[in-house]
C-alpha cells in the first residue's frame, strides 16, 4: 500500500491533529496535586510505590550471564590482569567506558585501560581490526561496552588470541550471538531482568553493582585496606548516558536518572560533567533531563560524529576542572562544527525530497537518502530530522570508502526499524553487509551497489508494515488549562515534576489565544505575547522553526497552540514562557 503525503510543506506539518489523553483511573496519594495526578496516570504511574524514586527502588542485579561475568572480573582484580575496556563512540558509550574505568579502579584494579574505536577507522563495535589493536595494548581481558552483542567476528578473534571476552550491550541479538565468556544483556534470549530499557551506562553499572557485592562478600575491600566505592557517586554519569541515549524512561530508568539529577545540582559530581554543565551555560541548580539531552549529550556526541570520543572519554575520566573545561571546549568547537554539517545536509536533503518525491503529492512510507559528499558522522541526525517533518521511517547513508556506504536510520512508533532491517536481510541475503540496532534506531552497511536494491526493497517492506494512518502523525496533548494554571508556580512545578523523557514525555497542552504581539527574532524563531482571555492576561511565548512563508503575519489574530510550560531565566528573573510545539492560525 502506498501512503499518501500530508505533510509536503512547514504549515502542512505545522497542522497535525491534537489528541487529548484520556483520563486514567489511579490509586495515587491525594497530597499530590489534582493536575501532576492526571499528568502521572496517564503516563502509566498509577500506583503510589511508582513514584519512590529513591535510590532504594532500583531493581536488584538479576541478569543472565552476571554472575559468569562477576567471577571473571574476581579472577582479574585477584591476579591483576590487563583489563581493556572496549566502547562506542557516542555519549552512551563514552559514560559506559568511563564508568567501568573509575569503577573498576576504585575497586582495586591497577591496569585497566579503555579503547573506543575510531568511527572512520574502525567502524562500530568489537572488530578483529580492533582486537589487533588490544593485542598491542597487552589486553588480557576485553570488556565491551554499548556494543559487542553483533561482534561476532571481533570475539572469535580475541578468544582466538586467549583473551577472555565480558560483553556488556543492551542492543537486541540477532539470530546469532558471540560466543564470549560472559554476556550481560538484559535484551539477550533467558534474561528474565525486568528492565529492558536500560542503557549500555545502566547494563555497566549493574555489573558494578554485582561485583562490589561480591568483592564485599569475599573480604576483598579489607585485604586490600581499601573502602568499597559509593556506587551513588556514579550515578551523574549513569544519568547523563541513559538521557543522551534516548532510551525509554520506564520506572527504573527514571529512578537512576532522578538520582543522577540529584547529585549534579548538589555539586556532587565529576570534573568533567561540570565542564560541560559550565561550557553549556546552563543553571547547574536547576538542572533537568532535558538539559542532559540537549546540551551536555550533543556535546559529547559531536566528539564521536566528526573525532574520536577518546576526547570524550578522557574528559569524563579527568579529576582536573580545569583540564576538562579544555576538554570540554574543544567539544563545543565540534558541537558547532557539527551543527553546521547538518544544516547544510538537512537542507541538501529536503531539497532533494522537494525536487525528485513530493512534486507529485506523494512520498513512499519509508525514505532512503544519500549523497555523495555526507558526512558519515551525522547521517543518523539528517534521518532523525527527516524523520520529524514527514513522519515515516528513514534511513540516510554517506560514503565510508572503499566502495562501501554506512547508514543510520531512524523510526516512528509502530516500525521497529531492526525487525525490519532482519526481514530484508532475510527476504535478501547479502544485500546488506551488517546491520544492528533497535526499534527507532539502527545502522547498517551496504555497498554502493546495493543502494538501489535496498532503497527498492525497504520500501517495499514499509509498505507492508504500516497504514496511512501510522504515518499521519498527530499530536498528543494534556488538555487545555485553565488561566488561573498558566503561571510560573505550575511551570516550577512541572520542571521538577520528571524525570521527562522518551515514553514519559514532558506535560504538553493546547488552547486558543489571541496574538498581541510577534515579531521575528534570530532567521526563524517566532516571539510572540499571547493573551487566552481576550487580553486581560499576557503571556510570553515563543516558536522555533517557524514557517517563514506564514509568519510574521499581522493579519492573523488568533492561532490553536500545542506548547509546554517553561520557565525563562533572565539577569536572575525567572518568568513563565510557553515554548510552542505546533502554532495553527484560526
Same mark, same amino acid.
Given at each position: ?38 499528568? +502521572? ?9 511508582? *513514584? ?69 577507522? +574502525? @567502524?562500530?563495535? *568489537? ?14 581481558? *576485553?570488556?565491551?561496552?554499548?556494543? %559487542? ?25 540477532? $539470530? $546469532? ?87 549534579? /545540582?548538589?555539586? /556532587? ?11 553549556? %551555560? ?55 562544527? /557539527? ?13 532533494? *525530497? ?35 517533518? +514527514? ?15 554506512? @547508514? ?84 516550577? =512545578? ?6 521527562? %523523557? =522518551? ?59 500545542? +506548547? ?23
Amino acid at each position: 500500500m502506498s501512503a499518501t503525503n500530508n505533510t509536503t510543506t512547514d504549515s502542512a506539518r505545522s497542522r497535525l491533529p491534537i489528541r487529548r489523553r484520556e483520563t486514567v483511573p489511579h490509586q495515587l496519594p491525594g497530597d499530590l496535586s489534582p493536575i501532576l495526578q492526571r499528568l +502521572y496516570a496517564s503516563r502509566g504511574l498509577v500506583r503510589p510505590e511508582q *513514584l519512590n524514586l529513591q535510590a532504594g527502588a532500583l531493581l536488584k542485579p538479576g541478569f543472565k550471564g552476571m554472575a559468569e561475568a562477576v567471577v571473571l572480573l574476581e579472577q582479574a582484580l585477584a591476579e591483576q590482569r590487563s583489563i581493556l575496556i572496549v566502547g562506542d563512540f557516542d555519549c552512551d558509550g563514552a559514560t559506559s567506558s568511563a564508568l567501568m574505568v573509575h569503577g573498576l579502579r576504585a575497586m582495586g584494579a591497577q591496569r585497566v585501560n579503555y579503547l573506543v574505536p575510531n568511527r572512520f577507522d +574502525y @567502524g562500530y563495535g *568489537l572488530s578483529p581490526q580492533v582486537v589487533e589493536e588490544a593485542i598491542t595494548l597487552g589486553a588480557e581481558l *576485553l570488556i565491551t561496552v554499548d556494543n %559487542g552483542i553483533s561482534s561476532i567476528a571481533g570475539v572469535a578473534a580475541a578468544r582466538a588470541v586467549g583473551m577472555q571476552v565480558i560483553v556488556t550491550d543492551h542492543h537486541l541479538p540477532g $539470530e $546469532e550471538i558471540p560466543d564470549a565468556d560472559a554476556i550481560v544483556n538484559p535484551n539477550q534470549h533467558g534474561c528474565d531482568f525486568p528492565s529492558k530499557n536500560l542503557a549500555g551506562v545502566g547494563v555497566a553499572f549493574y555489573l558494578l553493582l554485582a561485583l562490589r557485592a561480591a568483592l564485599t562478600e569475599h573480604g576483598w575491600f579489607g585485604k586490600l585496606g581499601i573502602t568499597a566505592p559509593n556506587m551513588g557517586e556514579y550515578l551523574d554519569l549513569v544519568a547523563l548516558g541513559t538521557v543522551a541515549d534516548v532510551v525509554a524512561l520506564d520506572e527504573n530508568n527514571r529512578v537512576l536518572v532522578h538520582q543522577g539529577l540529584q547529585r549534579m /545540582r548538589a555539586g /556532587r559530581l565529576r570534573p568533567g560533567i561540570q565542564a560541560l554543565i559550565d561550557i553549556s %551555560g546552563r543553571n547547574q541548580q536547576r538542572l533537568v533531563a532535558t538539559d542532559l539531552g540537549f546540551a551536555l549529550g550533543p556535546r559529547l556526541n559531536a566528539v564521536g560524529r566528526l573525532d574520536d570520543m577518546s576526547m570524550g572519554v578522557a574528559c569524563l575520566l579527568s579529576n582536573n576542572l580545569d583540564e576538562a573545561r579544555k576538554l570540554a571546549s574543544m567539544m563545543d568547537e565540534l558541537n558547532r562544527e /557539527r551543527k553546521a554539517i547538518e544544516a547544510s545536509m538537512q537542507h541538501e536533503a529536503l531539497a532533494s *525530497l522537494t525536487q525528485v518525491r513530493i512534486s507529485d503529492g506523494e512520498l513512499p512510507s519509508g525514505l532512503v537518502l544519500h549523497q555523495d559528499d555526507w558526512h558519515q558522522g551525522v547521517v543518523g541526525l539528517v534521518a532523525s530530522r527527516i524523520k520529524e517533518r +514527514y513522519f515515516r521511517p528513514v534511513i540516510a547513508f554517506a560514503e565510508a570508502g572503499d566502495d562501501e556506504l554506512k @547508514g543510520s536510520g531512524r523510526s516512528i512508533p509502530g516500525v521497529h526499524l531492526r525487525d525490519l532491517l532482519e526481514t530484508i536481510n532475510s527476504r535478501h541475503p547479502g544485500l546488506i553487509t551488517k546491520f544492528g540496532g533497535h526499534a527507532m534506531a539502527a545502522g547498517l552497511s551496504l555497498t554502493k551497489a546495493a543502494l538501489a536494491p535496498f532503497k527498492a526493497a525497504f520500501e517495499q517492506v514499509v509498505d507492508e508494515w504500516v497504514s496511512p494512518e501510522l504515518l499521519a502523525g498527530e499530536i498528543l496533548s494534556d488538555g487545555e488549562l485553565a488561566v488561573n494554571e498558566l503561571s510560573l508556580e505550575l511551570a516550577e =512545578q512541572l520542571r521538577f515534576a520528571g524525570p521527562w %523523557g =522518551q515514553a514519559f514525555p514532558e506535560p504538553l497542552f493546547d488552547g486558543e489565544f489571541r496574538i498581541v504581539q510577534q515579531r521575528l527574532v534570530g532567521e526563524k524563531h517566532l516571539k510572540l505575547v499571547l493573551s487566552p482571555d481576550e487580553g486581560r492576561t499576557v503571556i510570553d511565548a515563543i516558536a522555533f522553526n517557524v514557517d517563514l512563508s506564514v509568519w510574521p503575519n499581522a493579519a492573523i489574530r488568533q492561532v490553536q497552540l500545542a +506548547y509546554k510550560l517553561d520557565v525563562n531565566e533572565w539577569r536572575g528573573k525567572r518568568q513563565l514562557q510557553l515554548m510552542v510545539e505546533q502554532l495553527a492560525p484560526l
